[in-house]
């Protein structure tokens, strides 16, 4: 079954360092998402993105985060210079052509726990 | 406006116990309802979705019902088992938008 794989699985990083987090979505997926969930708290929405561009995005999704795909199979999320409240698990999403509007299921990757110190 | 509040924080329940998680929304412009359910260690999947025009959607064992005068929305999970042992999550969405708001979770225990 195709599934939504992200990399790496844990990264530590110290405060005010670059971080990329990277997301493989399902091959024929057209609209992607980036979410997070800090410790104990809900799901958060942060981004999406479609035909190359930021469709949405969150009041959380400021300045130091970017999104891009560089190339046909690979999504991934930049946080220029991290703080400390960035401490998070980061979900991938990606869904098929229509989105939501068409009942089409959003896949979630399994996580990137991000831990800034 | 935005959010979806979910209740219970957390439910235990015996094996063949019926648990019922409940989440209500303010936002009229939602119209798509999904129940996400979570393991540790891995990411939310998608259980069982409604739109406001059916009051009731059944798959296997997940029921949700759906009730938009009072703008609220429950899962029910027959017969439950210890495999049913997860966080749930509601969520809700509106026509123009494909972000998901999530509610609080529901962290279920099934006892043997």
């Known amino acids: 079954e195709p599934e939504v794989t992200q990399t790496p699985s844990h990264q530590v990083t110290q405060m005010g360092q670059e971080v990329i987090l990277r997301c493989v979505p399902i091959s024929n997926h057209l609209y992607f998402y980036w979410y997070r969930q800090i410790l104990g708290q809900k799901v958060e929405f942060l981004v999406s993105f479609y035909n190359n561009e930021i469709s949405e995005k969150s009041e959380i999704f400021d300045d130091q985060f970017s999104v891009e795909r560089p190339d046909g199979s690979n999504f991934t999320l930049k946080i220029r210079s991290t703080k400390l409240e960035d401490s998070a698990m980061y979900f991938c999403?990606?869904?098929?052509?229509?989105?939501?509007?068409?009942?089409?299921?959003?896949?979630f990757g399994p996580g990137t726990r991000l831990t800034v110190l | 406006q935005q959010q979806v509040k979910q209740s219970p924080q957390s439910l235990i329940v015996q094996k063949g116990g019926i648990p019922i998680i409940n989440c209500a929304y303010e936002?009229?412009?939602?119209?798509?309802f999904p129940w996400y359910q979570q393991f540790p260690g891995k990411g939310p999947a998608l259980l069982i979705a409604?739109?406001?025009?059916?009051s009731e959607k059944k798959e296997g064992r997940f029921t949700i019902s759906f009730n938009k005068s009072a703008k609220q929305f429950s899962l029910h999970i027959m017969d439950s088992q210890p495999g049913d042992s997860a966080t749930y999550f509601c969520a809700a969405s509106s026509w123009n938008t494909d972000k998901l708001i999530f509610g609080t979770g529901t962290r279920l225990q099934v006892f043997p």
């Open positions: 999403a990606s869904t098929n052509e229509g989105g939501l509007a068409y009942d089409n299921e959003q896949f």
């Open positions: 936002n009229t412009a939602f119209d798509y």
């Open positions: 409604i739109r406001p025009d059916v």
